[in-house]
């Protein structure tokens, strides 16, 4: 009797296991990564629209982002470009190790090494230098080709030229 209960015990834990770790899976599969990002504290604003897919390593917070193709666009005097994949280490408030997002820089295109949120301003570094941006920036995502200039949000486009 004693043995039944314990087999009984061990198939329900077993069990219990499974369906929690299929539903788990199943919600990371319905989501978006903006919804990745926000979960981080980051504005979806980061990545441009269009994400095609991604995987995330929650272990290790490895992320890999596809975009349909690769993308760029001018926001004020910066210009950015993203390659068709992104690949980075999220933490809370923070992408490092950030390889295929690039800005050009008094004519040279130069990595974006590192994002991170500090309140409310994003900073982003090139490994020699950094530039700081209040968040609110960031609260839509760009559209490749126009980035905000899509007729969406001219306010935005005013403060970005004035940077």
Known sequence: MLRSLISLLGVTFYLILIIHSN????????????DILQDYDLPVGLLPEGATGYELDRTTGKLSVTLSDTCSFSE????????ATVKCYISNGKLSSL???SVKFSEVWVNIVEIVRRGNDIDFSI?????AFPVEYFEESPQCGCGMNCSRRPSLRKLMANR
């Open 99 to 101: 390889e295929g997002v």
């Open 76 to 83: 004020g005097k910066y210009q950015l470009k993203y390659e």
């Open 23 to 34: 539903s788990a899976y199943s919600d990371d599969e319905n989501r978006t990564v903006y």
């Open 127 to 131: 490994g020699i230098g950094k530039a």
